[in-house]
Nanobody
Framework: QVQLVVFGGGSAQPGGSLRPSCAAS????????MGWFCQAPGKEREGVRC????????AYADSVKGRFTISRDNAKNPVYLQMNSLKPEGTAVYYC????????????????????WGKGTLVTVSS
């Protein structure tokens, strides 16, 4: 059974940094995409960064350009989201999710078609 477990998140001041991670277990596919998504109160879920297992290609949403990066330690685990220069509007629940077979690239937008989701972690950005 595939499970995605999110670690990290928490609180930061504007301009600060956080680095949540996502660990997958029970995952056997070698061709997949892993994405990070966020959902702020009252807003639709949106993808912020994603990475492909095949060649490490990454994609990002314009809202996080130059501030958030996605990386992984090895071929599968874990996947990190380095969040720098955080803004108050970045306050949201952040999720990781995976798309077996990379049915859709980049894995941004609301995340339709992602196969597995981890439980979210709350990120609060305030002074």
């Amino acid at each position: 059974q595939v499970q995605l477990v999110v670690f990290g998140g928490g609180s930061a001041q504007p301009g600060g940094s956080l680095r949540p991670s996502c660990a997958a277990s029970g995952f056997t596919s070698d061709h997949y995409a892993m994405g990070w998504f966020c959902q702020a109160p009252g807003k639709e879920r949106e993808g912020v960064r994603c990475i492909s297992s095949s060649d490490g290609s990454t994609a990002y949403a314009d809202s996080v350009k130059g501030r958030f990066t996605i990386s992984r330690d090895n071929a599968k685990n874990p996947v990190y989201l380095q969040m720098n220069s955080l803004k108050p509007e970045g306050t949201a629940v952040y999720y990781c999710a995976t798309d077996r077979g990379v049915k859709r690239w980049p894995c941004l937008g609301p995340g339709y078609g992602m196969d597995y989701w981890g439980k979210g972690t709350l990120v609060t950005v305030s002074s």
